[in-house]
């Protein structure tokens, strides 16, 4: 109303005099309500100057600060040297690799579909080492798959099987690098993280690149987690989609740390069902000695370990009785889904 008023005031007389008469005309409450309005309006317009003056000048927003993961791990320095935790769990591989050498064993192998409806297909064989040295699978019952999607062979299997399980003894801790990445506890096992990467790739071999972890006490590899790289690019066409392979070990009389299960996820692209996730699964039980079991030399005790409170028998090697062989998990148990590695008693 104030605007109006003035509004009349500055176009001249008969514009007020309009405007007087269009008051003239309204009612008396109408005047009231007016009047309330453009007195609320006024003490609105007053209370907003009012806290402009008080409250001065407005301060600066707060410094924003990204705070950056590093790609490099940082941890603190180990409580042994990092060099010395190397040198003694190669040590420890050459060790395990020999007795791992002396054993027949039974392998599951299975790779499932991970969707509704999927299948598996199974294959069960025995894991042996020839006179010559080199280690053969051989199928014991006819694989049974029941797979939605995919399909796979006995040569997929053999291709499965061939993977390198000791690939950082001694001799080939030197190809080689080494990043400490902290500690992890593992279980009831504390573990040293170390990433691992090839200084150089072969086109002779298959070379390792992922994580490991090693006991703090026993100072030998318990769990794997990477893939295997070679200077030669994996076959176009290739049934086999598994490239991140998970190893994980058992502790055998206290001594050995031995490979017994491996799985891998990974996704392959199916016209039927798009992507589709399948995993691998590797379970190794039912060891026994070989007939011509090489004796092993004593496992080396880790630096300024103190022994558990109830002793452990001498490292020596194995014997041919069956009460001396090291005895898994039992066979007849349902494979774990994610099993983690642990001392057995």
């Not at 051989?138 to 053999?158: C, G, I, M, N, W």
Request: aromatic share 12%; with cysteine; charged share 20%.
């Amino acid at each position: 109303m104030c605007y109006f008023l003035l509004a009349a005031c500055a176009a001249g007389p008969n514009a007020y005099g309009a405007f007087r008469i269009l008051v003239s005309k309204m009612s008396r409450i109408t005047k009231r309500v007016l009047f309330l309005v453009v007195l609320c309006c006024l003490c609105a317009l007053y209370l907003t100057r009012a806290q402009e003056v008080n409250q001065g000048p407005m301060p600066p927003p707060p410094k924003y600060e990204a705070k950056r993961i590093p790609s490099v791990p940082h941890p603190g320095p180990p409580p042994i040297p990092e060099q010395e935790i190397i040198q003694k769990f190669a040590a420890n591989e050459d060790i395990a690799k020999k007795v791992y050498e002396n054993y027949t064993f039974l392998q599951t192998i299975r790779i499932e579909e991970l969707s509704n409806p999927g299948g598996k297909f199974t294959v069960l064989g025995e894991s042996y080492l020839h006179p010559d040295g080199q280690r053969f699978f051989r199928v014991l019952k006819p694989a049974q798959s029941d797979l939605k999607f995919t399909s796979y062979t006995l040569e997929d299997v053999q291709a499965i099987v061939s993977h390198p399980l000791f690939f950082l003894t001694s001799d080939e801790i030197a190809n080689y690098n080494f990043l400490y990445a902290g500690q992890f506890k593992l279980d009831e096992l504390n573990t040293y993280v170390f990433q691992v990467k090839p200084k150089m790739l072969s086109r002779n071999h298959l070379l390792f690149q992922g994580v490991i972890y090693v006991d703090d006490h026993d100072l030998a590899v318990v769990e794997t987690y990477g893939k295997f790289v070679s200077e030669i690019p994996p076959e176009e066409g290739s049934k086999l989609p598994f490239t991140m392979f998970d190893i994980f070990r058992e502790n055998f009389q206290e001594k050995y740390w031995l490979p017994t299960y491996i799985s891998s996820d990974d996704y392959v692209t199916s016209k039927d069902s798009g992507d589709l996730h399948i995993r691998l699964v590797v379970h190794s039980t039912d060891f026994k000695l070989n007939s011509a079991a090489q004796p092993v030399p004593a496992a080396s005790n880790p630096p300024g370990a103190q022994p558990p409170a109830q002793t452990a028998p001498p490292a020596t090697a194995p014997q041919a009785e069956p009460s001396t062989a090291p005895q898994p998990p039992s066979s007849s148990s349902p494979l774990p889904d994610q099993p983690q590695p642990h001392r057995t008693n």
